[in-house]
């Protein structure tokens, strides 16, 4: 085993390649129904086991689904050509989520806070007299 997650099955079928999509496979509906998916925008994506129809060696992938739930074969997948019958495991359906739209703000906010809060800065004239003020500190 590749990965503890190729141990579950959480659907398997055997479909043709698509010859005229470059590639593709489409879930079954009786799988998609099984699974749950459904047709939207930005399809999840899916921890998979592909290898031709009866033989060969299993190929793990993961791959993202398209709006109507097919996908494409990956390129070293080289052996399995259009038109080719292939099996197909399911092992497990991550969602596609975007990310968190950060929060308005700065990390800085919180010490910009205390710092307008700590008092009154006798110094009024700015940079202006920087190196007086730093003379009346030195012994």
Not at 23 to 49: F, M, Y
Not at 115 to 127: E, M
Request: hydrophobic share 40%.
């Amino acid at each position: 085993m590749a990965s503890p997650h190729h141990s579950t099955t959480l659907a398997e079928f055997s479909t043709v390649v698509q010859r005229s999509k470059n590639r593709l496979v489409a879930v079954p509906a009786e799988a998609q129904r099984a699974l749950g998916l459904t047709r939207r925008r930005d399809n999840h994506i899916v921890a998979c086991s592909i290898r031709r129809a009866g033989t060969g060696r299993w190929n793990h992938h993961l791959v993202k689904l398209t709006f109507d739930n097919e996908f494409s074969l990956p390129a070293d997948v080289s052996a399995i050509q259009p038109g080719h019958r292939v099996d197909v495991k399911i092992h497990r359906i991550i969602a596609d989520v975007p990310l968190a739209t950060p929060v308005a703000g700065s990390p800085a906010d919180p010490l910009l806070d205390l710092a307008a809060s700590a008092g009154h800065d006798p110094r009024v004239d700015g940079s202006d007299r920087v190196d007086d003020y730093l003379a009346d500190g030195v012994p």
